[in-house]
Nanobody, 126 residues
Framework: VQLQACGGGLVQAGGYLRLSCVTSGRTASNYAMGWFRQAPGNERMFVAAISRTGEETVYVNSVKGRFTISRDNAKNTVDLQMNSLKPEDTAVYYC????????????????????WGQGTLVTVSS
């Protein structure tokens, strides 16, 4: 599956952004999806993940209550709504997909994902 992420930009602390990941080439509903981020000099880290059906989601502690992951399998999109942004949220954000036969399983380990988008930069100014 090919993934295309968009929606990044520059925002002040306390603001919001909505990232979108569009999938093509394969049926999106066959893939569990995730969002990861990589700040300069750091490893790519898990942010949020969602199961194939969208019923199961999980977040890293630092974004719980601020970020929401969702998906629309009819439109082949996975979104990440980011509210109350902080300067420490500044990073390149990547969407990722893992083909799986399990409907309600999510994945937090980046090494398990099959496909990656190109990344979109989010910059939060203080």
């Amino acid at each position: 599956v090919q993934l295309q992420a968009c929606g990044g930009g520059l925002v002040q602390a306390g603001g919001y952004l909505r990232l979108s990941c569009v999938t093509s080439g394969r049926t999106a509903s066959n893939y569990a999806m995730g969002w990861f981020r990589q700040a300069p000099g750091n490893e790519r880290m898990f942010v949020a993940a969602i199961s194939r059906t969208g019923e199961e989601t999980v977040y890293v502690n630092s974004v719980k209550g601020r970020f929401t992951i969702s998906r629309d399998n009819a439109k082949n999109t996975v979104d990440l709504q980011m509210n109350s942004l902080k300067p420490e949220d500044t990073a390149v954000y990547y969407c990722a997909g893992k083909r799986t036969g399990y409907s309600n399983v999510y994945y937090t380990d980046r090494t398990t994902y099959d496909s990656w988008g190109q990344g979109t930069l989010v910059t939060v100014s203080s």
